[in-house]
């Protein structure tokens, strides 16, 4: 049957992975997925501890950008002594993986090929914690970067991740001990 006038041809699309029931395959733990996850989380800590010396050194007034980023985030004591806290922070970063490098990054290498869409997603990934700029604004050192550059790098390392492995697994064990350890333990020295 021929589509209706005005309507192109429908272009075939690959089944994503909730269509053909391959997400359990995609979530099922392989040997070695802790160990990738844990040395890409370490790597983006130690990257995260340079780059906020960088955009927000001690004693600048850009400083205040790290002092609102985690007034938002509360008492690191109450952080680490909640085990309800501490499974919303691993339960949101988890969501995260499935939604951006599982969906989002299924749909977008359907559309514009896999080498494009790992960028694409982690450029929206970062594009999508814009409003932090507003909402984490210092009256004096202005818009806030802080989660905009953090979401974009940590993206792109994450999307890589599932593009190249075409699993889930490693990219949300890196992202939990990413939130994890950036919100409760490698606080900037006095906050």
Known sequence: MDPPSGIGPRRA????????????ERLLPRWG?????ALTALVLLVASWVARGALSPSGT?????????????GDPEF?????????????????????????VLDVLSS?????????????????????????????????????????LGCGIVWSFLAARL???TPGIFSHMAFAYFSAVQFRWPGI
């Open 13 to 24: 699309r690959r089944p994503h992975f909730w269509d053909a029931g391959t997400l359990g």
């Open 111 to 151: 559309r514009v090929g896999v080498r494009r869409g790992w960028i694409v997603a982690a450029a929206l990934y970062g594009f999508a914690m814009a409003p932090t700029l507003y909402t984490l604004r210092d009256p004096i050192a202005g818009l806030n970067p802080l989660l905009v550059i953090a979401a």
């Open 61 to 73: 007034v850009r400083q205040s950008w790290l002092y609102r980023l985690y007034l938002q985030l």
């Open 33 to 37: 997925d802790l160990s990738i996850g």
């Open 166 to 168: 075409g699993r889930l």
């Open 79 to 103: 952080l680490q002594h909640s085990a309800w806290l501490t499974s919303v922070i691993l339960v949101v970063a988890a969501a995260e993986e499935l939604i951006w490098r599982g969906m």
